[in-house]
């Protein structure tokens, strides 16, 4: 059984095995150098030589066809039903049942958010509690919206807040980016009907994110520089309003550079998000985890997306990783420094942090988009020891 979505060159080498490529292909009646391009993917076989390489290794011929087209970018990682149908209003019904109350949806709400951004099975264990915590927190949020204790409602709305910043993060890691939209602009409303000022730049945050994730980096930059306008008069007197006002910088210039505008972006980075990090220190405002190492971590990504793997590696050694840090950007962090090591073709080094990604958080690993094309290159181009390793890992991920 191998993915959906795993390409018809990855599938042929799969079912192929340890069997010689220059024996299939005699058998076949096509060249060892067509077929290794085959796998490869540079090339697309013909009708009938697709059957006659199934034939050969005694498969139908369906098996060597992915189920959804190639180009997709992110792999479905079949966000939970009962999240969707939650988040969409047509979970369990909640009337006639007492809402619960600010105080433990509180504690719900950061229960969820702590396993979110600390558990290696993060995905298993928020799948589990989100659908009722959705619900729960909807109906709270319409008991209190006509009640008369105006402290409860804010409180309410705040969680609902939250919820909403941590569905998005969800949907979007799930491949569901409609719906990270649709999550983004709750959070924003919800924090608008609290009136909290900490909580609304966090939901332009979020919203930010949301539109980078659905290819709007325009709309991003936009929302992220307006917001920035806004915090502008007080970030001096509140921490945690610098901090927010950081990250929102941090937003802008991920824009800028999906937009190629790599300059800006650098820019952005060396003279608004450094000095505030730098200002506001370490830190995890509004689960947004801004300080000088997620500055760092966003220089690198810049680098590498901008296709100076070398630069990004060079500075990925200046980062000190070694004090604890949130599970998903220590991830992050080895996830790129193994994606500029994939950009420069050197695979001992891209197979030692992808087993590292996979200690670390193998479900993150297995719903990640580069983790796959990364784990799929060492099979195709990797030297024999280096492929037949990466083919276990993609066995343990899914992927075959």
């Not at 191998?2 to 220059?22: E, K, T």
């Not at 928020?126 to 659908?131: E, H, R, S």
């Not at 100076?308 to 000190?320: F, P």
Request: net charge neutral; with cysteine; proline share 6%.
């Amino acid at each position: 059984m191998v993915a959906a979505d795993l390409p018809i060159g990855d599938r042929i080498r799969h079912y192929r095995r340890q069997r010689r490529q220059d024996v299939i292909a005699g058998l076949v009646g096509i060249s060892p150098d067509y077929l290794s391009q085959i796998e490869r993917g540079l090339k697309v076989p013909s009708v009938p030589v697709l059957h006659a390489i199934a034939r050969e290794l005694g498969v139908p011929t369906g098996a060597l066809l992915a189920d959804v087209p190639p180009d997709a970018t992110v792999p479905d990682g079949g966000a939970c039903p009962g999240v969707v149908r939650a988040l969409l209003g047509t979970g369990p019904p909640r009337s006639g049942r007492s809402a619960v109350g600010p105080v433990e949806l509180r504690g719900r709400v950061n229960g969820a958010w702590m396993s979110w951004q600390t558990s290696p099975t993060r995905f298993t264990e928020v799948t589990a509690v989100l659908p009722a915590l959705i619900g729960d927190v909807e109906h709270s949020v319409r008991a209190h919206r006509t009640g008369s204790d105006e402290p409860a409602r804010r409180e309410v709305l705040r969680a609902a807040a939250d919820l909403f910043f941590l569905l998005r993060s969800y949907l979007r890691r799930m491949g569901r980016t409609d719906l990270a939209l649709l999550a983004a602009d709750r959070a924003v409303r919800a924090a608008e009907d609290a009136d909290d000022p900490l909580r609304i730049p966090a939901a332009q945050w979020n919203l930010g994110h949301a539109l980078l994730g659905s290819g709007e980096a325009e709309q991003a930059q936009e929302v992220a520089v307006r917001a920035i306008d806004r915090l502008a008069a007080h970030t001096a007197a509140d921490r945690e309003l610098l901090a927010m006002s950081g990250a929102l910088h941090l937003v802008a210039a991920v824009a800028a550079a999906r937009r190629r505008y790599w300059w800006a972006a650098r820019v952005r980075i060396s003279d608004q998000a450094r000095p505030v990090a730098l200002g506001a220190g370490e830190g995890n405002v509004m689960w947004t985890a801004f300080g000088p190492t997620n500055v760092e971590l966003h220089s690198i990504r810049i680098e590498m997306e901008a296709g100076e793997a070398g630069e990004a590696l060079r500075m990925a050694d200046a980062v000190d990783m070694s004090a604890p840090q949130s599970l998903e950007r220590a991830f992050t962090f080895a996830a790129d420094v193994a994606h500029c090591h994939h950009l420069r073709r050197e695979d001992p080094a891209v197979l030692l942090q992808l087993l590292e990604l996979e200690r670390l958080a193998p479900e993150d690993l297995a719903r990640s988009a580069v983790g796959r094309e990364m784990t799929l290159g060492l099979i195709r181009r990797g030297r024999p020891l280096h492929a037949r390793k990466a083919e276990l890992l993609a066995e343990r991920l899914g992927l075959l």
